[in-house]
Nanobody
Framework: VQLQASGGGLVQTGGSLRLSCAAS????????MGWFRQAPGKEREFVAV????????YYADSLEGRFTISRDNAKNMVYLQMNSLKPEDTAVYYC??????????????????WGKGTQVTVSS
């Protein structure tokens, strides 16, 4: 599976962005998908995960309900809708995929594939 994230950019505080992750391969629908981010000088951190079916999602507690992960298995796409953005959301955002296992494994970064990141910058 190859992953390509897009949709990043520069946005003002309080604004919104929707990130997209395009996946190659016929078995996309069998993968749990996750979003992570890495801010300058910090370690990469978990943002959100969605199960292969889309039925289950988990988010980092720090997001306070501002982000929503979704997927379209027919299009091999996963999305991250980000609302009420804050300067501390500034980071490179990565999508990731894991086939099988629990969603907690994805949350801990134990994934099979990483995509190239997309930069999100939130200005104050």
């Amino acid at each position: 599976v190859q992953l390509q994230a897009s949709g990043g950019g520069l946005v003002q505080t309080g604004g919104s962005l929707r990130l997209s992750c395009a996946a190659s391969g016929r078995t996309f629908s069998s993968y749990h998908m996750g979003w992570f981010r890495q801010a300058p000088g910090k370690e990469r951190e978990f943002v959100a995960v969605i199960s292969w079916s889309g039925a289950t999602t988990y988010y980092a507690d720090s997001l306070e309900g501002r982000f929503t992960i979704s997927r379209d298995n027919a299009k091999n796409m996963v999305y991250l809708q980000m609302n009420s953005l804050k300067p501390e959301d500034t980071a490179v955002y990565y999508c990731a995929a894991r086939q099988g296992g629990s969603l907690s494994w994805v949350q801990s970064g134990r994934v099979d594939y990483w995509g190239k990141g997309t930069q999100v910058t939130v200005s104050s």
